[in-house]
T-cell receptor
Framework: NAGVTQTPKFQVLKTGQSMTLQCAQD?????MYWYRQDPGMGLRLIYY???????DKGEVPNGYNVSRLNKREFSLRLESAAPSQTSVYFC????????????FGEGSRLTVL | GQQVMQIPQYQHVQEGEDFTTYCNSS?????IQWYKQRPGGHPVFLIQ?????EVKKQKRLTFQFGEAKKNSSLHITATQTTDVGTYFC?????????????FGTGTRLKVLA
């Protein structure tokens, strides 16, 4: 099983460019999450989707949009990238409910120049 | 909003010494989870505690969930170099149906051989 797959793994953008980070899970999980992790810092929740068709803001949603395309896929879009969005982005999923193990992808390292 | 703090932020220990990290939430948690992130890696689930006052052990690791379900601790006995990494606590607030997993600030452990 692949688990949680994120693409791309690395990306360099110029300020003002847009891009979408893709995330897919093959575990039939209901809930999916996007976190960002800055160097030496903890994980901050950007957006989450408790179930297919729903999305909610996390701690740091400004500058991002998300789409829960179907049960498997949850994408994160930066409409106009800023240097402050340079970070490692992690996607995660959980089987359901507000209990259980979060499974993380390998991360996407984004640099905005 | 919910805030989850961990102390200490960093800890350097000699191999064989014990290590403890503490997690404190500003709100009651539905459950508490602990994750380990190796340098350059993604967070990996260690354990989940659900009940008030719960204690669980995994070999040299002991996890506790506070009586008020607002704090938790992870204790490692006789650290080894393989314990190196950052340890995070995480959990959704105690409100029913909330899936908003907020991570603690993390404790980075370095073990000196």
């Amino acid at each position: 099983n692949a688990g949680v797959t994120q693409t791309p793994k690395f990306q360099v953008l110029k300020t003002g460019q847009s891009m979408t980070l893709q995330c897919a899970q093959d575990m039939n999980h209901n809930s999916m999450y996007w976190y960002r992790q800055d160097p030496g810092m903890g994980l901050r929740l950007i957006y989450y989707s408790a179930s297919e068709g729903t999305t909610d803001k996390g701690e740091v949603p400004n500058g991002y949009n998300v789409s829960r395309l179907n049960k498997r896929e949850f994408s994160l879009r930066l409409e106009s990238a800023a240097p402050s969005q340079t970070s490692v982005y992690f996607c995660a999923s959980i089987s359901g409910g507000n209990t259980g193990e979060l499974f993380f992808g390998e991360g996407s390292r984004l640099t905005v120049l | 909003g919910q805030q989850v703090m961990q102390i200490p932020q960093y800890q350097h220990v000699q191999e064989g010494e014990d290590f403890t990290t503490y997690c404190n939430s500003s709100t009651t948690l539905s459950n508490i989870q602990w994750y380990k992130q190796r340098p350059g890696g993604h967070p990996v689930f260690l354990i989940q505690l659900v009940k008030s006052g719960e204690v669980k052990k995994q070999k040299r690791l002991t996890f506790q969930f506070g009586e008020a379900k607002k704090n938790s601790s992870l204790h490692i006995t006789a650290t080894q170099t393989t314990d190196v990494g950052t340890y995070f606590c995480a959990g959704p607030p105690g409100t029913s149906g909330t899936y908003k997993y907020i991570f603690g600030t993390g404790t980075r452990l370095k073990v000196l051989a």
